[in-house]
């Protein structure tokens, strides 16, 4: 039987984190609540997964470099699977726009700094960029936990190895 990769790896995460994504939003009707951090434990698992095949692996020199290597491969993979997803689904929902708009109007009512025609062109302004803010926020995140993830176990097992030699 043929190994799977990081990168297959990370295929399969990103479906599943896609998938458990969909159904989270499609029993719950937004995707404001605590069941969105089991798609960051499946991020974790994901990566975790192809570190460890690899800690695992007959590969003789396991430095930080190879480890990183292989967990960005499958991290970049996720990724881009749930930035796309990102990008798609707030653009085929644009409720979740409206959504947004109408609780950052109360916000900005509540605060009471500012009038309503200032309201109005700040609320437009946030749906004009809605899609292209949320995506950026979706690829910073996940590149920047995808790292943390990969750097902290890379070290860890590189730790390990050395303890049990």
């Known amino acids: 039987m043929k190994k799977l990769t990081a990168t297959y790896k990370g295929f399969i995460t ?7 994504s969909i ?11 605590n069941l969105q951090y089991i798609t960051y434990g499946l991020y ?17 020199n396991k430095s930080f470099k ?6 960005f491969k499958c991290f970049i993979v996720i990724t881009f699977l749930m930035v796309l997803f990102t990008f798609i689904f707030t653009k085929v929902d644009p409720g ?6 109408v609780k950052y ?8 700094n500012y009038t309503p025609a200032e309201i109005e062109a700040m609320v437009q302004k946030a749906k ?9 926020m979706a690829i910073f995140g996940y590149l920047v936990i995808g790292s943390m993830v990969t750097i902290a176990a890379s070290l860890f097992f590189i730790k390990q190895k050395k303890t049990t030699v």
């Open 14 to 20: 990103g479906i599943a984190m896609v998938a458990f």
């Open 23 to 33: 159904g989270i939003y499609l029993v719950k009707g937004d995707f404001e609540n």
């Open 44 to 60: 974790v698992a994901g990566i975790l997964w192809a570190l460890i095949d690899f800690k695992n692996s007959p590969e003789e």
């Open 66 to 71: 190879n480890y990183f290597s292989t967990g």
């Open 96 to 101: 979740m726009k409206e959504q947004m708009a």
């Open 105 to 112: 109007r109360a916000d900005l009512q509540a605060k009471g």
């Open 128 to 136: 004009d960029y809605f899609n292209t803010m949320l995506t950026s």
